[in-house]
């Protein structure tokens, strides 16, 4: 299958700091990738949705201007937390996707701490 | 609107089967599964695509009823190696997915 990789694995910031989050197709082109956030014992739960040079859609409910997306090219895609706050400790996953495929690849995900 | 699993969670010895439900109340075009095991990203398992296409993995087969809007994964001959929690995603749109709950699966020795 396709790989995909994510950096960092895991982070522990100060409240009030921004982390940024990459994601990046390893052997393929990515068309499409999307960021997930994921709660313990919870589902994944669809944040953005991101393609190749233009805007990312956002959830309903999720923060455009806290939750910076960035898909400058085909195999990176960043996502920046702002001003990150203890409630936005999480695991956070990204997976990619190319024109015609239908399975989505997962990065190994980051795990953010706020303090 | 999310997807509806079933069980929530089952424990099973290893060597025996287990059926992992997923139904939605739109219609469904494709039906992804995936595997997650604590700590670590989603694997993919399978999809099933509307008109009966159907890519698989091993031991583990998977229905698709359109007309039901309902999938089940079959786990056969259960490993220790399939413990974990398994997802179904329904397509929405542009690719994305929307998630299931989850199903937790304990294999015991």
């Known amino acids: 299958g396709a790989v995909v990789s994510q950096h960092p694995s895991w982070v522990i910031c100060k409240s009030g700091t921004s982390v940024k989050i990459e994601c990046r197709s390893l052997?393929?082109?990515?068309?499409?990738m999307f960021w997930y956030r994921q709660f313990p014992k919870q589902s994944l739960m669809l944040m953005a949705t991101s393609n190749e040079g233009s805007k990312a859609t956002y959830e309903q409910g999720v923060e455009k201007d806290k939750f910076l997306i960035n898909h400058a090219s085909l195999t990176l895609s960043t996502l920046t937390v702002t001003s990150a706050h203890p409630e936005d400790s999480s695991f956070y996953i990204c997976?990619?996707?190319?024109?015609?495929?239908?399975?989505?690849?997962f990065g190994p995900g980051t795990r953010l701490t706020v303090l | 609107q999310q997807p509806v699993q079933s069980p929530q969670a089952v424990i099973l010895r290893e060597g025996e089967d287990a059926v992992i439900n997923c139904s939605s109340s739109k219609a469904l075009y494709s039906v992804h599964w995936y595997r997650q095991k604590h700590g670590e990203a989603p694997v993919f398992l399978m999809i099933l695509l509307k008109g009966g296409e159907q890519k698989g993995h091993e031991k583990i087969s998977a229905s698709f009823n359109e007309k039901k809007q309902q999938s089940s994964l079959y786990l056969t001959a259960s490993q220790l190696s399939y413990s974990g929690t398994y997802f179904c995603?329904?397509?929405?749109?542009?690719?994305?997915?929307?998630w299931g709950a989850g199903t937790k699966l304990i294999i015991k020795p």
């Open positions: 995603g329904t397509e929405r749109s542009n690719y994305q997915l929307i």
């Open positions: 052997d393929f082109q990515a068309t499409t």
């Open positions: 997976s990619a996707s190319a024109t015609g495929w239908n399975e989505q690849f």
